[in-house]
């Protein structure tokens, strides 16, 4: 057994409202430079839709991923070493501008210097960011399909609903939808870093973040056929290839992703798994492909079990990342309460970021019918028939096999009627968690961490300097004692800030101050001099 950590995601669809903050956030922190105008590391897509690239989850077209060939061994789609050398400069399984969209702007020059007294009004029609050239109509861009918006053009060009040989309703008034914000899978056998001639792609060992290599990479673009999430990007001005980092430098300090940080709905999740580095390989050649997601689980090792903890040490494993391990969210909700599962695991490159489903308005739908819509035993009966069918989520999130995904939808759906009993003053139910193979205790906790956890224990990021806190929580103030409230957190970092801040902030003669250390009520002098 060869244990190694590993950073992952779980994202609460039950949550996403849509609002692209993150992806807006995301953009401004990584990819706000020339020639990285049509990438986004983050983005939300609505579903049923084709997603961004378009189709991307197409791998007849793309092949990205792995296959099993004819004896059972683990090969990328696109082709082995011969395939990538005969293909090394022309490679025809890249999405083109068009599959993504053509970058725009607006000549909004001529809004400004138009002088006064035209006869018509002046207008800023749309050109090219990447060559400044005209564009007359706008045709695609990356959340063309928010909230179904083309989806009577678009919809039948689901790869899901093609997969799954589904039709679905049409009218607004029947039609289902959820978004799905996505990010790099940063998986356990990513075939991007095997489809990398050069090297440059590499999964870092201590964390396990794919990134790049900026200097070794030599722009061969073949991680971008081999990812099937289509998340590896070409900078079109370096000639670099260039992907979602998790935001390491955060993640170094503690600190979330950027995405998760101003995630407007509190639905992501980050925490330390182990797994069993020797297992990966055979479990990504499980054959049948609704077995995956089962074979994934079994990689992943409890943090809890003392031979798991002892051969983490072996490996060199620090205390705090053991100990993050075992209070990471991502564990429990994977393993405790049994909710979250990962995006297209028949892809076989074991992703880490997982997605507990949505559940979709069946308490309405219920209630329409005249029964009680929270009613434990009316709702569990209903969770088969909802608007969003459990074949389009089986499809998305575990390879076609619909009983896991029920299993979660009916976990969430106990959880909603257990929980109604006790904010109503009424006597909780035990027959609810029963009828779902868990505990009153389990349904309380599993709410209090899908529904008011806090900062600090949704964010669960050992540092990687053993000496540094966590959190925000665990920040001590200058007398050691901990802050009461958010402000007094921020205005007294104490040891988790260089202690040269303070010094300055104390004895600056004039023209520097550190904002952190002004403390409410003060007037620093150094800012505000006397005049002469």
């Given amino acids: 057994m060869k244990v190694m950590a590993q950073i992952a995601m779980i994202m609460n669809l039950d949550k996403c409202i849509g609002c692209h903050t993150c992806s807006v956030t995301c ?32 791998q007849d077209k793309w092949e990205g991923g792995w296959k099993l060939n004819s004896r059972g061994k683990l090969t990328p789609r696109s ?37 006064a007294g035209q006869r018509t009004q002046p207008t800023a029609r749309p050109v090219s960011a990447l060559d400044g050239r005209p564009i007359d109509t706008i045709k695609w861009s990356s959340n063309w399909d928010d909230n179904l ?6 919809m039948d060009d689901d790869p899901v609903l093609k997969k799954m040989n589904m039709q679905v309703q049409r009218e607004i008034e029947d039609a289902f939808m959820f978004y799905l914000p996505r990010i790099c899978e940063h998986c356990l056998n990513p075939t991007c870093v095997s489809s990398c001639p050069s090297g440059a792609m590499y999964k870092r060992a201590e964390d396990g973040i794919v990134l790049v290599d900026q200097d070794r990479c030599r722009g061969w673009r073949m991680c971008v056929s081999g990812c099937p999430y289509k998340k590896v990007y070409f900078n079109h001005k370096t000639g670099k290839a260039e ?30 798994l182990f797994y069993d580095a020797d297992k990966v390989a055979a479990a990504a050649a499980t054959p049948n492909e609704q077995d995956l997601f ?14 798991v903890i002892a051969a983490a040490r072996a490996e060199n494993i620090p205390n705090a990342w053991i100990e993050a391990a075992q209070q990471s969210p991502i564990w429990d909700l994977i393993f405790r309460y049994e909710l979250a599962v990962p995006l297209h695991p028949e892809y076989r490159t074991l992703p880490m970021v997982w997605y507990i489903p949505p559940l ?33 989520l089986a499809g998305l999130f575990t390879a076609g096999d619909p009983v896991p995904v029920e299993k979660v939808l009916r ?45 600090d224990d949704r964010y669960v990021i050992p540092t990687t300097s053993p000496e540094t806190p966590r959190g925000i929580a665990s920040l001590p103030d200058h007398n050691g004692q901990s802050p009461a409230s958010s402000v007094e957190q921020f205005h007294s970092l104490g040891i988790g800030a260089p202690s040269a801040c303070h010094e300055e902030a104390n004895n600056a003669a004039g023209g520097k101050v550190s904002l952190t250390s002004w403390k409410k009520g003060e007037r620093p002098a150094s800012m505000f001099p006397t005049r002469k």
């Fill in 27 to 58: 953009k401004q922190a990584w990819t706000n430079r020339e020639g990285t105008e049509y990438i986004w590391f983050n983005n939300v897509e609505t579903r049923p839709g084709v997603g961004y690239p378009y189709g991307w989850e197409d």
């Fill in 79 to 115: 082709g082995g070493r011969l395939k990538k050398l005969a293909t090394l400069f022309h490679n025809p399984k890249l999405p083109t501008i068009e599959d993504y969209y053509e970058p725009w702007t607006y000549e909004y020059e001529k809004l400004l210097s138009t002088p």
């Fill in 149 to 154: 918006g083309g989806a009577g053009e678009t």
């Fill in 243 to 272: 992907k979602c980092t998790l935001c390491y430098p955060r993640i170094e300090v503690g600190q979330p992703t950027v995405c998760s940080e101003t995630c407007v709905g509190r639905l992501r999740y980050l925490g330390v």
């Fill in 294 to 307: 089962a074979a994934q689980k079994d990689l992943l090792l409890d943090p809890h079990d003392p031979a």
């Fill in 360 to 392: 979709s308005p069946v308490v309405e739908q219920v209630t329409a019918t005249g029964n009680d819509g929270e009613d434990h035993k009316v709702l569990l009966s209903a969770i088969s028939n909802m608007r969003i069918p459990l074949e389009y």
């Fill in 411 to 455: 976990r969430l759906a106990a959880m909603r009627s257990y929980m109604r009993d006790i904010n109503l003053g009424q006597q909780p139910n035990e027959d609810i968690a029963r009828a779902v193979g868990m505990t009153g205790a389990d349904l309380e906790a599993m709410y209090r961490l899908l529904a008011i956890a806090k900062y």
